[in-house]
């Protein structure tokens, strides 16, 4: 979980530097990129038990987002831990925020990765 506060930090003030509203781009970010982590553990399991199951990818990857923006919308507006963590000044990362970035299109490539493996291997 303390990946998702740091991408939450890090997304919310840039994206506060552009938007009036910075909470819904980092929401969004939030929710694919644990879309992708989903969906990269489903496959890992799928993987490893060497069950074939044939799951549709793209209902996870289409309801999946909806569900976590709800979530992440609950947990850091309505709960208030949002307004705690840009308040703490320990989630900044300074100069290393640009691994949050390669974080974030790492899952969505290991998604692609584990899915081409436990299709054809």
Do not use: C, W
């Not at 303390?2 to 509203?21: C, D, E, G, Q, T």
């Not at 989903?38 to 793209?58: E, G, K, P």
């Not at 309801?63 to 208030?80: A, C, D, E, M, Q």
């Not at 100069?95 to 790492?106: A, E, G, R, T």
Request: hydrophobic fraction near 45%; proline fraction near 2%; charged fraction near 15%.
């Amino acid at each position: 979980m303390k990946i998702y506060k740091l991408i939450y930090y890090h997304f919310y003030l840039k994206s506060s530097k552009k938007n009036a509203v910075p909470e819904i781009p980092v929401y969004a970010m939030l929710s694919f990129t644990q879309t992708s982590n989903l969906i990269t553990i489903i496959n890992v399991i799928m993987i490893i038990t060497r069950i074939d199951v044939n799951y549709d990818i793209r209902k996870i990857a289409l309801i999946g987002p909806v569900l976590f923006y709800l979530f992440n919308y609950y947990y850091f507006s309505k709960k208030g831990y949002g307004a705690i963590i840009i308040k703490d000044d320990s989630y900044s990362i300074g100069k290393y925020s640009f691994l949050l970035d390669i974080y974030n299109v790492s899952s969505f490539l290991l998604v692609v990765l584990t899915y081409y493996f436990y299709k054809e291997f």
